[in-house]
Nanobody
Framework: QVQLVESGGGLVQPGGSLRLSCAHSPIISSNYFMAWYRQAPGEQRELVASIQSAEITYYADSGKGRFTISRDNVKNILYLQMNSLKPEDTAVYYC?????????WGQGTQVTVSS
């Protein structure tokens, strides 16, 4: 069974940093597509950043220059380093993975940016 477990969310002041982690099943190899999505209250879930293989990454405009997605293929962890956080980054952040035609989601971790 494929599992994705996020951690690292919390309350942070504007301008602060957080690093989200997503511990995943080993079956999700480095070749598979993984991503971070987020969903703010009353909004649709949106893509934040994605990674496939070691260096193919994508960032939504909202996070360019501030967020960095990476993966540790030995520890089976996906990361999202978030710097210069803004109140509009407040949302539940979800880890996502695809294996062939199947899609998997984590349970989400809350990020709140507020003074």
């Amino acid at each position: 069974q494929v599992q994705l477990v996020e951690s690292g969310g919390g309350l942070v002041q504007p301008g602060g940093s957080l690093r989200l982690s997503c511990a995943h099943s080993p079956i999700i190899s480095s070749n598979y597509f993984m991503a971070w999505y987020r969903q703010a209250p009353g909004e649709q879930r949106e893509l934040v950043a994605s990674i496939q293989s070691a260096e193919i990454t994508y960032y939504a405009d909202s996070g360019k220059g501030r967020f960095t997605i990476s993966r540790d293929n030995v520890k089976n962890i996906l990361y999202l380093q978030m710097n210069s956080l803004k109140p509009e980054d407040t949302a539940v952040y979800y880890c996502y993975a695809t294996i062939v035609l199947s899609q998997y989601w984590g349970q989400g971790t809350q990020v709140t940016v507020s003074s």
